[in-house]
Structure formats: structure tokens, C-alpha cells
């Protein structure tokens, strides 16, 4: 493992490590997400076909994975810039980081159904 | 000390209590550690790092904003992934201002993706080949997407068909 990759094991380092695996999970959806978005050059058919993809069960759970990263990333991201340019933010910023984790598990918890009751409505057959 | 090597006699002096280092015998030259050498790039004296660290915070704060409402749209709303189709998006495209919002969140995230990568690769990518090589193929690689799904935008045809 390259020198300095480990600080302590604390909130703070935890929290950047989330925010790095979170951020390059992210960065390589989004190249599949332009390139499935391109398809409707091609014809509506192929985008169609591409997007029922997007409708399985599993894939469909991977886009609630995609939602929690981007959740953790965007909400870690603004305390980020509260650490950085609020006078108090480095002196609060574990406090701010189980905020982040608060607000981040109650969002989670109202996206379940949302999200995934495509794949519940499927599978209970309705 | 006890680490006296045969050109640098250690500080504490001799027994005389007088530094021994004189003209003829000058103290050893250190380098200061971030002291600019002829090997130092010339890049590193502009202010990059700056403007990307300042990017990094102000396309983020867009982009909360850009993409928590792109995936209450496509995701949570109306039926979740059910609804999305060729129709959906002909729809939604329709319209200058969805337009614009793809457009803008696909720059700025694909740029604030590729710097954040470009972090990554500088930590943990030792060697200077696999730094340049890993960089180069991300640049290309956001340099295509990002035209690829700007030219989508722009040419985008509902009745392709």
C-alpha cells in the first residue's frame, strides 16, 4: 500500500475514503449512463431495449446502491466545504459528519420504495 | 549527536569549545526540502491546484442541486424506473430548460469526476509513466464523453423514427 494512505483511523479518514470509493463508483456510471443515453441517436427501439435493462431487479438494486452513494457524496461533499470555509466547520466536523449520516439513512429509508418498487411490484406479480 | 561522518564534524565542537567549521572547513550544504531546483516543472508556479481545489467546491454545490433533482425525477418520482423510455425523454428534451440542466450537469460532473481522478491517479499511481499513461486515458476518455453527450443534446430527434 502506497505511504500515507492510512491517518488514524478516524471520522475524518473514513469519511474521505467513503467520499473517494463513492466518487470514482459515480464517475464510472456515468460513463455507461451517456454512452445508454447516446442510444437515442440510434433509434428508439435500441434505447428501449437498453433501458429494460435498467428495469431488472438487480440492476434495479444497484440503482438504489447508485442513489446511496450519490447521496453520501453530495451530503459529505457540502460539509466538506463547511469544513473548508466555515471558521467552525474542522472544529465540528465529526458532529457534521453524523448529521451527514443521519440525514443520509433517513433519505435512504424513503427512497426504499420509491426506488425499488418496480422490482417489488414485479416480483409480487402485480 | 554521535552521527559524525569524515566532512561533518558534529556541532557540539571539540573540546576547545569552538565550532571547528571555518573557511577551510565549511559546514556540510543541506537542501531545503521544498527548495525549487532546475528539476522543479515550471507548472508548479501558477496557481492550477487552486482553481481546481475552488472547482471542486463550487461545480460540487451545483451539482447537489443538479443531481439529487435528475435522480427524484428518473428515479423516485412517478413510478420510479417504470416510466423512463424514448417517449420520456423526447418529452422531457422538449424543453429548452431540461436541455440546459442535462447539459450543464454533464460538463461539470464529467469535469468534477475527471479532477477527482486525476487526484486519485496522482496518489497512488507511483511511477511517472503509469501517472502520465492512467491521466491520458482519462482525459481522452471525459474529452469523448463529454462530446459525445453534448452532440446528444444538441441533435437530439423526436422523430428519428
Redesign the interface.
Known amino acids: 500500500m502506497?505511504a500515507g494512505?492510512l491517518y488514524r483511523g478516524r471520522e475524518g479518514m473514513w469519511s474521505w475514503v467513503a467520499h473517494?470509493v463513492t466518487?470514482?463508483l459515480?464517475?464510472f456510471f456515468?460513463?455507461v449512463h451517456?454512452?445508454d443515453?447516446?442510444l437515442?441517436?440510434v433509434?428508439?427501439?435500441t434505447?428501449?431495449e437498453t433501458?429494460a435493462i435498467?428495469?431488472t431487479p438487480v440492476v434495479?438494486l444497484m440503482?438504489y446502491g447508485l442513489?446511496a452513494a450519490?447521496?453520501f457524496h453530495?451530503l459529505n461533499?457540502?460539509r466538506?466545504?463547511a469544513v473548508?470555509?466555515w471558521s467552525k466547520g474542522p472544529r465540528y466536523q465529526k458532529q457534521m459528519l453524523w448529521t451527514v449520516m443521519g440525514i443520509w439513512g433517513v433519505l435512504m429509508i424513503g427512497?426504499f420504495y420509491?426506488?425499488?418498487?418496480?422490482t417489488l411490484h414485479s416480483l409480487s406479480g402485480s | 549527536m554521535s552521527t559524525e561522518t569524515a566532512n561533518a564534524p558534529s556541532e557540539g565542537g571539540g573540546s576547545t569549545g569552538t565550532t571547528r567549521y571555518s573557511v577551510d572547513n565549511p559546514a556540510p550544504l543541506m537542501t531545503p526540502p521544498r527548495a525549487r531546483t532546475a528539476r522543479t516543472p515550471k507548472s508548479t508556479r501558477t496557481n492550477f491546484e487552486l482553481y481546481g481545489w475552488l472547482f471542486m467546491r463550487l461545480s460540487g454545490i451545483v451539482l447537489v442541486v443538479l443531481v439529487i433533482g435528475h435522480l427524484l425525477i428518473q428515479l423516485v418520482l412517478d413510478g420510479g424506473v417504470s416510466k423512463i423510455s424514448f417517449a420520456f425523454v423526447a418529452g422531457r428534451w422538449a424543453s429548452p430548460f431540461w436541455q440546459i440542466w442535462d447539459l450543464m450537469m454533464l460538463w461539470l460532473a464529467m469535469l468534477h469526476g475527471m479532477n477527482g481522478m486525476r487526484t486519485i491517479i496522482n496518489d497512488y499511481a507511483e511511477r511517472d509513466g503509469t501517472r502520465m499513461w492512467l491521466k491520458m486515458l482519462l482525459y481522452t476518455a471525459t474529452a469523448f464523453t463529454v462530446l459525445l453527450g453534448t452532440l446528444v443534446i444538441f441533435t437530439f430527434d423526436p422523430n428519428i423514427r
Do not use: M
Open positions: 502506497p494512505t473517494r466518487g470514482v459515480i464517475f456515468l460513463f451517456v454512452l443515453t447516446a437515442v441517436r433509434s428508439p427501439e434505447y428501449d433501458v435498467y428495469k434495479n440503482e442513489v450519490v447521496l453530495a461533499g457540502l466538506l466545504v473548508d470555509f427512497a420509491p426506488i425499488l418498487q418496480h
